[in-house]
């Protein structure tokens, strides 16, 4: 499971790459100010947990643990629903897509919790 984490920690990081560059070029002149800023914090939060993706997969091969999955699929689904719904909302204008972002933060707030604890029971 751990090559899996990697895997989509780099493959999160093109996206949110691709996502601030397309947010930076295409869609600057496109969308309003304000949107503009919802899409660009879509972008930065994915590549943070990006990021966190591939310190799961790096402390997972050297101390597997359920605790680093279940943390990886947490911050995934903080990906998902907070990223994706600031995304959908920038794109398309539809406030209401905000009430999905905070099951997104509490997706990376448990993400990051189990990380922690996986990692202090990891150590020597």
Known sequence: ???????????NAFLSVAAGAFGAHALKA???????VIFETGARYHMYHALALVAVGLLGL????????AAGGAML??????S?????????????LGAITPLGGL?????WALFAVAAWRSAP
């Open 77 to 82: 689904a903080g990906i998902v629903l907070f």
């Open 107 to 111: 997706g990376f707030l448990a993400g």
């Open 1 to 11: 499971m751990t090559r899996w984490w990697l895997a989509l920690g780099a493959v």
């Open 84 to 96: 994706g719904s600031l995304y959908a909302l920038a794109l398309t204008g539809v406030r209401g």
């Open 30 to 36: 496109r969308l309003s100010q304000d949107l503009l």
């Open 62 to 69: 050297a101390r597997p643990s359920p605790l680093l999955s």
